[in-house]
């Protein structure tokens, strides 16, 4: 019995040449991150039960006050630095897990950058010991000057380039009034930087649309490769440690921030939850 002829779609298949790329080894990075210490580190955080209602909950009453802190009681609040040397340490333990040659420093920014650790490394101790002596400092500071954390990258870069590295910085904001303002000049790109910024809603006294829009500036005027800048305004820890994930790709690897589509969502919800989510990575010019 005649067996039916193959397909002409099959055929043209398999004769089509082959697609493969070859592998290339990406460079290893030196990441320097920079954390805000103004007293707004310090604002403290939402809860993911109390930010999300009940799904087709309609009460108005009044919420019912909180045991207080201790045994038995409501767990102590937990401040924007606690979130971010949380999600700092998430960074590092995942980005060792990808590649052992990554290697981290650390600052600080007041009024201007301090060193918190110079040199980059690889050991995880050492990073968390840095991690953990961050703190908000409880005073405001009336600049942000990113000068100095231009000048230290840039010198930085010239150094890993030289060994074969890839030099990223990464920039954690936490003030919705105090714009960031620098003085570098046009010069040669050798470092990428990415940005998460924190910040209070909108008010009439603050303006966290003019701090987003200086931060986009300084981005795109420092950036040798496709940096991301997340922010949210929703003052929820798990928002944070989202955007930290997202920043844990390769500056090689990377789409357009424009075209970027994850996290992904892998479950149906509620209309009242997925609206707190959508809002909680909303930008900020759609907050105004």
């Not at 201790?70 to 590092?92: E, H, K, S, T, W």
């Not at 420093?105 to 009024?111: D, I, N, P, R, V």
């Amino acid at each position: 019995m005649a067996t039916d002829p193959t397909p002409p779609t099959a055929t043209a298949a398999a004769s089509a040449p082959r697609y493969s790329l070859p592998p290339v080894r990406l460079p290893a990075e030196d990441i320097l991150f920079c954390v805000d210490v103004d007293l707004e580190a310090s604002a403290e955080m939402k809860s993911a039960a109390a930010s999300a209602p009940s799904p087709g909950s309609t009460s108005t009453a009044s919420p019912q006050p909180q045991p207080p802190a201790g045994a038995g009681g409501a767990r102590p609040a937990v401040r924007r630095m606690d979130a971010v040397r949380q999600a700092l340490l998430l960074f590092v333990h995942s980005k060792l897990t990808m590649c052992p040659d990554h290697r981290f420093a650390f600052a600080s920014l007041g009024e201007t950058v301090s060193m918190v650790k110079k040199d980059f490394s690889s050991d995880v101790g050492s990073a968390m010991e840095a991690i953990h002596s961050l703190s908000a400092s409880e005073s405001r500071y009336a600049t942000a000057d990113l000068t100095q954390l231009f000048k230290i990258a840039c010198q930085e870069g010239k150094m890993a380039e030289s060994q074969g590295r890839l030099l990223r910085v990464v920039l954690i904001y936490c003030r919705s009034s105090t714009k960031p303002h620098h003085q570098w000049p046009v010069k040669p790109k050798n470092f990428t930087l990415d940005i998460i910024y924190l910040h209070d809603k909108p008010t009439a006294d603050n303006c966290p649309q003019k701090v987003y829009d200086a931060l986009v500036d300084a981005l795109e005027h420092v950036s040798q490769y496709e940096g991301y800048i997340l922010e949210t305004g929703q003052g929820l820890a798990r928002v944070l440690f989202r955007q930290m994930c997202i920043l844990l790709s390769h500056p090689l690897q990377r789409c357009i921030q424009d075209d970027l589509d994850i996290p992904k969502q892998v479950a149906k919800k509620t209309p009242a939850i997925e609206a707190v989510q959508n809002e909680d990575g909303a930008p900020v010019s759609s907050q105004q």
